[in-house]
């Protein structure tokens, strides 16, 4: 075990108090693993990592712990340690890549590292310096995913990282996430099963507002997912 990064205990989340989206939710994230988050549609997952982000301001939870000390998700120790790439961003539009990677790293005041292996891995190197409108909708994603690689978080949320992305990029994401555990622990959602079997060390299974399932090794192909999802989604 690499010890717990993230450790949230009886979260609870609402857009109208009467409806709650998130109910009694709780999880550990460990240190360096790929986590990955799945469930039906309406689920909760996007209202979940809009909370990890500090976008959802509708919750109340018993205990958040990042390396077993108390946090609120809106505290510039959480934010300084987390990034997110969400499944549509349309903000910054009149950044260009170069502009953007530069306005990051000065938020996190960290130095830019060399990010010529990204741009060329995502086959972006015609595009650093168009401004973020004139971009596609896959385009907009990579400059996202390639300020999020070269950022380095401790904790990386992606929501539907693959959405809007080639097929070759696509390939070059999922060696990117894989390979993440040796700098940090991603969590991300996804409804393309091959996203989730191909980089996940583990599963979780999101449904009536609660964590259903933990899926280990083992237990992580295709058929298994689909098995546990509609189980979850009759119970």
Excluded at 40 to 65: P, R, Y
Aim: charged share 20%; proline share 3%.
């Amino acid at each position: 075990m690499n010890g717990t990064l993230l450790s949230i205990r009886n979260l609870q989340a609402w857009y109208t108090p009467e409806r709650p989206v998130l109910s009694g939710l709780s999880l550990d994230l460990q240190k360096h693993e790929i986590v990955g988050l799945i469930g039906l549609n309406g689920a909760g997952k996007t209202t979940f990592l809009n909370i990890l982000s500090g976008l959802h301001s509708s919750f109340q939870a018993d205990t958040v712990q990042l390396h077993g000390r108390g946090i609120k998700f809106r505290d510039r120790r959480f934010k300084q340690n987390r990034y997110t790439v969400f499944s549509e961003d349309h903000s910054f539009q009149y950044f260009t890549f170069r502009e953007y990677l530069n306005y990051v790293f000065k938020a996190y005041q960290k130095k830019i590292p060399d990010v010529s292996a990204l741009i060329q891995g995502f086959h972006f190197e015609a595009f650093t310096d168009i401004l973020m409108k004139d971009l596609s909708t896959g385009n907009r994603k990579k400059v996202f995913l390639i300020t999020a690689f070269a950022l380095g978080p401790e904790l990386l949320l992606l929501d539907e990282p693959v959405n809007g992305l080639d097929f070759e990029s696509t390939e070059y994401l999922y060696r990117l996430i894989a390979e993440y555990k040796t700098c940090g622990t991603v969590l991300f959602s996804s409804h393309i099963l091959e996203s989730i079997t191909l980089t996940s060390d583990r599963i979780l299974v999101l449904e009536n507002g609660q964590m259903q399932k933990s899926l280990v090794p083992g237990e992580t192909d295709a058929g298994k997912i689909r098995e546990v999802l509609y189980a979850v989604s009759d119970v």
